[in-house]
Every structure is written in structure tokens, then in C-alpha cells.
């Protein structure tokens, strides 16, 4: 019935088995979402393995003197079918057929399951459809479809709204319930349009949240008179019906769904829930479903990628892309994308730097206001950050580790490492590069998008405050006459409290040369609105002239063959090298090293050296991207999913497509294939931006140097075709790449004055007219 509505093939993603073991790890691939929230891809009507999930951005809750957490809410699509007084689910009958398939393309969820009960032997079909409208985001619908294949049944339908649920998933302690139920309901108009409706509140955060659903039902003989009881509990509310459903017979539920907060409706949260699920109903599924799809059709419009190869992989790119989309908050909720997204409460919901470094850059080219929303959460908590800074002892902005709704630092005190043992944690206190990963993404935005308006009023004022904390940071080594950055932990976390870390001190010289250099070009072209910044937070030219001197004396240790030091004495640590790889190509630890013994060796948990090659390429020479990737690779365990996108974009900077496109294959199955088996516990969000990266940075070379666009596109041996949209300054610009030739077009442009765009393509420059394709040939 349902399953008419899917799109092509290479837009989906399809199970035929219900198997016991992977059923959250399938709850987790099937979430679905608009960005305001994301919900687990539960059965909807239950099993013993089932964890629902559902959890809206920006919504987090302290209690117990832990640290703040995502909530996971009451569950609003809690399903009860009975049949002849057995429950319908995988747990109490046999499924003889099954299908579940998540449309990427129209984000939704759809399914077809054939039950068997073991004691009849009658057959029972079952489908249904659900999704959670990209246009009105507070809005969800599901559809239910119920057939009796041997015999007449009696039926009793239930849909609850269930505030029982829990915070299950964390790294120690006990599950955790971060709200209260405060009000349940059933509402009902002079036109009997009967809704129900469940209120909770969050303990600590003091947040209310409003779930309300309204439903019908039909079938053959029902005509319009069936009845609803309603059940109301302290911590649940639901509704049923029953009725004799007649062989062969196809009987439907709909379901329609509001959830607003008090965040968003201070007066009134009833209200609007009451109102919004009344009028999805009055506008029915298929009317709610075509605005849904059509608001999807314009979001894919600038971020699909169109890839021909030999291992027909584009539907598993699409997943990724697909799950960057849902983790995207609205524009007018204050929250970012966490390390996990709205598919998990892993990592306590919080945002790390994968946002910035990782994330980021999807967004800037495909949905750059997507991009400036999640910078101006960044902007918002600047005042925690300048505060957490002055708590360490330094000057200027700090960053938060772990961050979520307060701006305070959230990182918790331990953590269960993946060999099960606890350790304390002290990244919030050491790992400081943080701070120059936000001004990485301000900065490419900046570059990408020209958007001056955003960094007189945002931009440079992070930028400046950051440079503020790196100045502070720095230890004079006045033997050396040289600057250091001392204890700290860079992106290998398997070793901690080091002295000068390259990446974080690159980043430090970085984030200074740049603030400088802002500053300048303020100076020379807006000198009034620079006046009205540095008036705002005290700035002097004195300041920028130390900021350089800093730079120009930052400690780097990079040796005369190009071969760069991780960190100081690094090199002196036992050298351990990986010598075997598992079914997934990735590393398997060495036996001869247990985890606690790794930070007395050359073991490297992710990208670090590597990493910082990727970021600031145009720095560095061929030889010593060359030096380092031989170095490093046989050295990291890519423990990580932060780490291997970085080694395929260095890959195909040295010429090796064919690494780079086994690099590509493993991070885009990071989810998909449960590479680190732990995709239970949400999706590993700096891989799906590691996916779109190696696209970007990869396949089709994209660099910005000097405010233009250069495009150097590679393609392996297995690949046809790559086609892909990007804005920059402005302007969209398809590209569709094939082995030696590149054709360029605009497809629209914002400023409409402007004639043309310049940009170079196989090291060519080149000048695009509205309306004029051009094709560019490898030389």
C-alpha cells in the first residue's frame, strides 16, 4: 500500500529481517528527522530490544550533579496492536515476511511485515509509513495498515504517547529520566475532533514540553462511528479502539502529531500542540506528506552528490548526506549538531570540535545558512567561553570541550574507554585546540561566503578573543627565544599533557597571523566598524603587534627532511607500528601493546600531524605531505571516526586516488556497516562530514586561495562520473566531472548585478557567464 510511494533504489536504504541482535544498531540507521528533532527508528510497536529516542535540539537537562545531557523525551509513536488478544510484535509472533526501508530522498520510513501467530496459524499483514515534515517541523505523521489474511479478528488498536521513557545510554551510572510528566489530557472540540495531549517539564533545566496527536481510522464496515477510550496515567496518556476486522480486509490508522516547547511557545504550549495536531489532521496525510517532500526536494537540490562507479555506492552516500540533512537545527532553535546528532544520546548529546572541523564545511558550500546558524550558537556562549578562559588562568575566549544549551564547559570527569576501562578525563582542561577549531569554521565560512555583514557583528569579534586566549596561553622560552604551548592534549588523545603539539601550535600561530591580518583589513577598508569592535572589547593595536611577534616565534618541530614531530619527544617513545587489518580494512590493534601501555608509544589514536596537513595544505610542500603520510599511517589505529577522511584527503593530494578511494569506501560504511560497533549508540556525525570532505577536498580538489575557487578533480579508476552543487560568494555552481574533463555552470546567482565568476580548474583559469556552460580538459 505504502511502499508505491518510495523513490528510486539508489535513494534507499532497505532491511528484510528482523534480527534480534541488530535491532537498536537498525533503530539508529532508520532515524528519522527535521532537524528540530530526531527519532530512533523504532518498531512501532515494540520489541524486548527496542530503545526509543526521541530528542529535540537544544534540549538538555543536569541532574544528579552530572553533567548536562540531551534529553530523550516521551515517545509519541508508541503503537499497541492486538489480535484476538495477542499482542502483534516480533516477540509474540513469527514474521513469515519483512520489509523496512528508509527513503533517503522523501525522509521517510516505510514498512511491510508478515506475522504469523504460532498458536493458529493465522497471518496477519502490516505496513506502515511515517516521517517528520521538513516544512512545519513540529509536525509528524504516521500511518498505519492492518490485514487479516485468514480470517476474520477482533482488533484493538492503542496509540500512546509514552512519558515513561528514559536516558538509558551512558558511559556509568544508572538510567536517568531528566523530566517530569505534569499534565495529560484528551481535548475534545464541538466537532467531536477529539485530541490528546501529554505535558512534561525537565528537572533541572526547567523546560515544558507539549506532545498532542490526533488519529482516525478506517476500514471496511467501520463508517464513521467508532468509539476511543482514553487512558490517562501519571506518566502516559493513550487511546484504543476495537473492532472485527474482516479477512482479507485492509484497515488504516493515521496518526498526526504536534510537539512544540516553552522554548519556542513561552505562553500558550497547549495550545499550539492542540492546534497544530488538529490541523495536520484536518490537512491529512497526503496533503502533509507532498509539502514535506517538496521542502526534501529543495534541500537535495544543493546537497545531493551524483556518483557513477562500478560498486553502485550511491545510495550508501546518500545515507550519509541524508543524516548531515536531519541533524541541522531550524534557524530559529539556538542549538548546534552534536558528535552523535539527534540519532543518540552517546557523548551526553554535547558538540565537540567534530562540528567545526568536520560538520562545517558540508554546510558552508550546500546550506550556508545552515552553516552561519551553527556558528552563531559558537557566538551566543561567547561569554561562557571568555569566562571558562579567566577560570583557567588565561585571558580572551576558550572554547568549551563539550558544549550543550548553557555555554558552560560540560565535559564530565570520566569516561569508559572502549576496552571497558574508566578513565579520568582531562580534555577539558588541556585540550585547547579547540579554540583555533571554532575560528577554523569562521574563517572558510568567511572565505566561502564573503558574508562581512556576519563577521563585523559575529566573526571578528570570536576571532579576536580567541587570538586573546592563544596570546595568554603561550610560555616564553626565553633561551630559545622562542614561544611554546605547554601541557596539552592534541587530537591523539592516547597521549596527554604533552608540550607543543604541532597541530594545536600550528593552529595557535595560525589563529593569531589571522587575527592580525583582519584586523589590518579592517583597518584599511572598514576603519569605523573596526572602531566600534575594538572599542566593544578593548582592543588595542598593541595587541595585534604581540600576536605577530607570537606567530613569527611559535615553536613548530619540523625537521630539515620535512618529517614533523607530533610533539615534543615524541619520537623518543617506543616505536609500535599495526601489522594486521580486520574484514573492514581498519587496523587491528597490536597485540604486543594493552590500551593503558599506548601512551608510552608511537601509537596514534586519530589524524593529528595528518590532520593538520589536510587543514592548512597550501602550507606545505609535496615532500613533506609525503614524509608525514608514510610516517604516520602504519602508526595510527584510527580508533576514531575523525581520522581516516583526513588520510584519504592528504591521499589524494600525493597522487594516490586509489588509498584515498579505499579511505572514501571505509568512512562512508562507518554507520552503514557498523564499523565500530557502536552505531547503537547514535551516528558518528565527523564521519558523515569526512564523507562530503573526501568528495570536496578529494575527488574534486576544491581549495579557496587567495578569495578564488580552484578546482583539481581526480577520479579512480572505478569512477565514471561525479556530479555535485556548491555555492560560493553567492553563486551556485554545478560541477559534473568525468576521468579527464570538468563542465562548469552557474545555476543561480544572489547578486544579481554581478556578470561573472572567475575561478581556476585544472590549474586553468577560467570565467563563468550567467547561463553558459564551459567544459575544462586536464592538460
Same mark, same amino acid.
Given at each position: 500500500?505504502?511502499?508505491?510511494?518510495?523513490?528510486?533504489?539508489?535513494?534507499?536504504?532497505?532491511e528484510d529481517n528482523i534480527d534480534? *541482535?541488530?535491532?537498536?544498531? *537498525?533503530?539508529?540507521?532508520?532515524?528519522?528527522?527535521? #532537524?528540530?528533532?530526531?527519532?530512533?527508528?523504532?518498531?512501532?510497536? @515494540?520489541?524486548?530490544?527496542?530503545?526509543?529516542?526521541? /530528542?529535540?535540539?537544544?534540549?538538555?537537562?543536569?541532574?544528579?550533579?552530572?553533567?548536562?545531557?540531551?534529553?530523550?523525551a516521551p515517545n509519541p509513536i508508541?503503537?499497541?496492536?492486538?489480535?484476538?488478544?495477542?499482542?502483534?510484535?516480533?516477540? =509474540?509472533?513469527?514474521?513469515?515476511?519483512? +520489509?523496512?526501508?528508509?527513503?533517503?530522498?522523501?525522509?521517510?520510513?516505510?514498512?511491510?511485515?508478515?506475522?504469523?501467530?504460532?498458536?493458529?496459524?493465522?497471518?496477519?499483514?502490516?505496513?506502515?509509513?511515517?516521517?517528520?515534515?521538513?516544512?512545519?517541523?513540529?509536525?509528524?505523521?504516521? &500511518?498505519?495498515?492492518?490485514?487479516?489474511?485468514?480470517?476474520?479478528?477482533?482488533?484493538?488498536?492503542?496509540?500512546?504517547?509514552?512519558?515513561?521513557?528514559?536516558?538509558?545510554?551512558? %558511559?556509568?551510572?544508572?538510567?536517568?529520566?531528566?523530566?517530569?510528566?505534569?499534565?495529560?489530557?484528551?481535548?475534545? &472540540?464541538?466537532?467531536?475532533?477529539?485530541?490528546?495531549?501529554?505535558?512534561?517539564?525537565?528537572?533541572?533545566?526547567?523546560?515544558?514540553? #507539549?506532545?498532542?496527536?490526533?488519529?482516525?481510522?478506517?476500514?471496511?464496515?467501520?463508517?464513521? @462511528?467508532?468509539?476511543?477510550?482514553?487512558?490517562?496515567?501519571?506518566?502516559?496518556?493513550?487511546?484504543?479502539?476495537?473492532?472485527?476486522?474482516?479477512? $482479507?480486509?485492509?484497515?488504516?490508522?493515521?496518526?498526526?502529531?504536534?510537539?512544540?516547547?516553552?522554548?519556542?511557545?513561552?505562553?500558550?504550549?497547549?495550545?499550539?500542540?492542540?492546534?497544530?495536531?488538529?490541523?495536520?489532521?484536518?490537512?491529512?496525510?497526503?496533503?502533509?506528506?507532498?509539502?514535506?517532500?517538496?521542502?526534501?526536494?529543495? +534541500?537535495? *537540490?544543493?546537497?545531493?552528490?551524483?556518483?557513477?562507479?562500478?560498486?553502485?555506492?550511491?545510495?550508501?552516500?546518500?545515507?550519509?548526506?541524508?543524516?548531515?540533512?536531519?541533524?541541522?537545527?531550524?534557524?530559529?532553535?539556538?542549538?548546534?549538531?552534536?558528535?552523535?546528532?539527534?540519532?543518540?544520546?552517546?557523548?551526553?548529546?554535547?558538540?565537540?570540535?567534530?562540528?567545526?572541523?568536520?560538520?562545517?564545511?558540508?554546510?558552508?558550500?550546500?546550506?550556508?545558512?545552515?552553516?552561519?546558524?551553527?556558528?552563531?550558537?559558537?557566538?551566543?556562549?561567547?561569554?561562557?567561553?571568555?569566562?571558562?578562559?579567566?577560570?583557567?588562568?588565561? $585571558?580572551?575566549?576558550?572554547?568549551?570541550?563539550?558544549?550543550?544549551?548553557?555555554?558552560?564547559?560540560?565535559?564530565?570527569?570520566?569516561?569508559? =574507554?572502549?576496552?571497558? &576501562?574508566?578513565?579520568?578525563?582531562?580534555?577539558?582542561?588541556?585540550?585547547?585546540?579547540?579554540? #583555533?577549531?571554532?575560528?577554523?569554521?569562521?574563517?572558510?565560512?568567511?572565505? &566561502?561566503?564573503?558574508?562581512?555583514?556576519?563577521?563585523?557583528?559575529?566573526?571578528?569579534?570570536?576571532?579576536?578573543?580567541?587570538?586573546?586566549?592563544?596570546?595568554?596561553?603561550?610560555?616564553?622560552?626565553?633561551?630559545?627565544?622562542? /614561544?611554546?604551548?605547554?601541557?596539552?592534549?592534541?587530537?591523539?588523545?592516547?597521549?596527554?599533557?604533552?608540550? =607543543?603539539?604541532?597541530?594545536? =601550535?600550528?593552529?595557535?600561530?595560525? !589563529?593569531?597571523?589571522?587575527?592580525?591580518?583582519?584586523?589590518?583589513?579592517? *583597518?584599511?577598508?572598514?576603519?569605523? $566598524?573596526?572602531?566600534?569592535?575594538?572599542?566593544?572589547?578593548?582592543?588595542?593595536?598593541?595587541?595585534?603587534?604581540?600576536?605577530?611577534?607570537?606567530?613569527?616565534?611559535?615553536?613548530?618541530?619540523?625537521?630539515?627532511?620535512?618529517?614533523?614531530?607530533?610533539?615534543?619527544?615524541?619520537?623518543?617513545?617506543?616505536?609500535?607500528?599495526?601489522?594486521?587489518?580486520?574484514?573492514?580494512?581498519?587496523?587491528?590493534?597490536? #597485540?604486543?601493546?594493552?590500551?593503558?601501555?599506548?601512551?608510552?608509544?608511537?601509537?596514534?589514536?586519530?589524524?593529528?600531524v595528518i590532520l593538520l596537513l589536510?587543514?592548512?595544505?597550501?602550507?606545505?610542500?609535496?615532500?613533506? $605531505?609525503?614524509?608525514?603520510?608514510?610516517?604516520?599511517?602504519?602508526?595510527?589505529?584510527?580508533?576514531?571516526?575523525?581520522?581516516?577522511?583526513?588520510?584519504?584527503?592528504?591521499?589524494?593530494?600525493?597522487?594516490?586516488?586509489?588509498?584515498?578511494?579505499?579511505?572514501?569506501?571505509?568512512?562512508?560504511?562507518?554507520?552503514?556497516?557498523?564499523?565500530?560497533?557502536? !552505531?547503537?549508540?547514535?551516528?558518528? %556525525?565527523?564521519?558523515?562530514?569526512?564523507?562530503?570532505?573526501?568528495?570536496?577536498? @578529494?575527488?574534486?580538489?576544491?581549495?579557496?586561495?587567495?578569495?578564488?575557487?580552484?578546482?583539481?578533480?581526480?577520479?579512480?579508476?572505478?569512477?565514471?562520473?561525479?556530479?555535485?552543487?556548491?555555492?560560493?560568494?553567492?553563486?551556485?555552481?554545478?560541477?559534473?566531472?568525468?576521468?579527464?574533463?570538468?563542465?562548469?555552470?552557474?545555476?543561480?546567482?544572489?547578486?544579481?548585478? +554581478?556578470?561573472?565568476?572567475?575561478?581556476?580548474?585544472?590549474?586553468?583559469?577560467?570565467?563563468?557567464?550567467?547561463?553558459? +556552460?564551459?567544459?575544462?580538459?586536464?592538460?
Open positions: 500500500m505504502f511502499l508505491k510511494l518510495l523513490s528510486e533504489k539508489e535513494w534507499t536504504v532497505s534480534e *541482535q541488530k535491532i537498536r544498531f *537498525q533503530e539508529t540507521l532508520f532515524t528519522l528527522g527535521n #532537524g528540530y528533532l530526531g527519532s530512533k527508528g523504532i518498531l512501532e510497536e @515494540g520489541s524486548k530490544q527496542r530503545y526509543a529516542g526521541t /530528542y529535540i535540539a537544544g534540549i538538555y537537562n543536569r541532574k544528579e550533579g552530572q553533567s548536562s545531557e540531551l534529553v530523550n508508541g503503537v499497541e496492536i492486538n489480535v484476538d488478544g495477542k499482542r502483534l510484535s516480533p516477540d =509474540n509472533m513469527v514474521v513469515i515476511e519483512h +520489509r523496512r526501508i528508509l527513503d533517503l530522498k522523501k525522509a521517510a520510513l516505510f514498512r511491510q511485515t508478515v506475522f504469523e501467530d504460532p498458536d493458529t496459524g493465522k497471518r496477519y499483514e502490516y505496513e506502515s509509513m511515517r516521517f517528520f515534515s521538513l516544512k512545519d517541523v513540529h509536525t509528524g505523521a504516521v &500511518t498505519f495498515s492492518f490485514r487479516p489474511l485468514d480470517g476474520n479478528v477482533r482488533v484493538v488498536f492503542k496509540h500512546i504517547i509514552d512519558g515513561t521513557i528514559k536516558n538509558e545510554v551512558q %558511559a556509568i551510572g544508572n538510567p536517568v529520566k531528566h523530566y517530569a510528566v505534569t499534565y495529560t489530557t484528551a481535548s475534545k &472540540t464541538k466537532d467531536k475532533d477529539e485530541v490528546m495531549y501529554l505535558e512534561a517539564k525537565t528537572i533541572e533545566s526547567g523546560i515544558s514540553l #507539549g506532545f498532542a496527536a490526533a488519529g482516525d481510522v478506517k476500514g471496511a464496515g467501520l463508517g464513521t @462511528g467508532i468509539k476511543w477510550e482514553y487512558q490517562l496515567d501519571e506518566e502516559f496518556i493513550g487511546r484504543e479502539c476495537s473492532f472485527i476486522a474482516k479477512k $482479507k480486509k485492509r484497515y488504516t490508522f493515521e496518526v498526526y502529531i504536534s510537539i512544540y516547547t516553552s522554548r519556542e511557545q513561552r505562553q500558550g504550549l497547549k495550545k499550539a500542540c492542540l492546534n497544530g495536531a488538529r490541523t495536520a489532521k484536518r490537512l491529512g496525510i497526503t496533503r502533509l506528506f507532498k509539502a514535506h517532500v517538496k521542502a526534501w526536494d529543495k +534541500r537535495w *537540490q544543493y546537497s545531493d552528490v551524483k556518483i557513477e562507479e562500478e560498486d553502485s555506492l550511491q545510495n550508501i552516500l546518500r545515507f550519509n548526506l541524508y543524516h548531515l540533512l536531519i541533524a541541522a537545527p531550524p534557524k530559529d532553535i539556538d542549538a548546534s549538531i552534536a558528535a552523535k546528532t539527534l540519532s543518540g544520546e552517546w557523548y551526553k548529546g554535547h558538540v565537540f570540535w567534530d562540528t567545526e572541523i568536520f560538520v562545517l564545511p558540508f554546510f558552508i558550500f550546500t546550506q550556508p545558512e545552515i552553516a552561519k546558524y551553527l556558528l552563531l550558537y559558537r557566538y551566543r556562549r561567547l561569554k561562557q567561553a571568555k569566562e571558562k578562559a579567566k577560570d583557567q588562568g588565561y $585571558k580572551g575566549a576558550l572554547w568549551p570541550w563539550e558544549s550543550a544549551a548553557s555555554g558552560r564547559d560540560e565535559t564530565p570527569q570520566t569516561w569508559v =574507554n572502549f576496552d571497558g &576501562t574508566v578513565i579520568p578525563i582531562y580534555t577539558s582542561k588541556k585540550e585547547h585546540h579547540i579554540a #583555533g577549531d571554532v575560528i577554523y569554521g569562521v574563517s572558510l565560512y568567511y572565505q &566561502t561566503t564573503s558574508d562581512e555583514d556576519f563577521m563585523f557583528k559575529y566573526g571578528a569579534e570570536m576571532i579576536f578573543e580567541t587570538a586573546r586566549f592563544w596570546a595568554s596561553r603561550v610560555t616564553y622560552n626565553s633561551k630559545k627565544d622562542c /614561544y611554546e604551548i605547554k601541557d596539552v592534549i592534541g587530537p591523539n588523545e592516547f597521549q596527554e599533557c604533552v608540550d =607543543n603539539n604541532s597541530y594545536t =601550535n600550528a593552529l595557535a600561530r595560525w !589563529t593569531l597571523k589571522y587575527a592580525a591580518e583582519l584586523y589590518n583589513h579592517f *583597518q584599511n577598508n572598514h576603519p569605523r $566598524k573596526l572602531k566600534v569592535i575594538t572599542k566593544k572589547i578593548e582592543l588595542k593595536r598593541e595587541d595585534i603587534i604581540a600576536w605577530n611577534e607570537i606567530a613569527d616565534k611559535m615553536v613548530f618541530l619540523i625537521f630539515a627532511n620535512g618529517l614533523i614531530e607530533e610533539f615534543e619527544g615524541y619520537f623518543q617513545k617506543r616505536d609500535v607500528t599495526i601489522k594486521e587489518w580486520d574484514n573492514n580494512d581498519m587496523p587491528v590493534w597490536p #597485540g604486543e601493546v594493552s590500551l593503558a601501555e599506548a601512551k608510552d608509544t608511537q601509537l596514534v589514536k586519530q589524524a593529528d589536510q587543514l592548512f595544505s597550501g602550507e606545505f610542500s609535496t615532500n613533506v $605531505k609525503e614524509i608525514n603520510y608514510k610516517y604516520y599511517a602504519p602508526r595510527t589505529t584510527h580508533k576514531s571516526s575523525l581520522s581516516l577522511s583526513s588520510y584519504a584527503v592528504v591521499a589524494f593530494e600525493l597522487g594516490e586516488a586509489e588509498r584515498a578511494d579505499k579511505y572514501f569506501r571505509q568512512v562512508m560504511k562507518t554507520d552503514f556497516s557498523n564499523v565500530y560497533g557502536n !552505531t547503537d549508540l547514535g551516528i558518528h %556525525a565527523a564521519a558523515l562530514g569526512g564523507v562530503w570532505q573526501i568528495i570536496g577536498y @578529494g575527488f574534486a580538489g576544491i581549495k579557496i586561495k587567495d578569495g578564488m575557487l580552484k578546482v583539481r578533480p581526480v577520479l579512480p579508476d572505478k569512477w565514471k562520473r561525479l556530479n555535485f552543487r556548491l555555492w560560493f560568494k553567492q553563486a551556485l555552481i554545478e560541477f559534473d566531472i568525468s576521468k579527464n574533463a570538468t563542465e562548469a555552470f552557474i545555476v543561480t546567482d544572489k547578486i544579481k548585478k +554581478r556578470k561573472k565568476v572567475e575561478l581556476e580548474i585544472y590549474d586553468q583559469r577560467y570565467t563563468l557567464y550567467p547561463g553558459e +556552460r564551459i567544459k575544462a580538459e586536464e592538460r
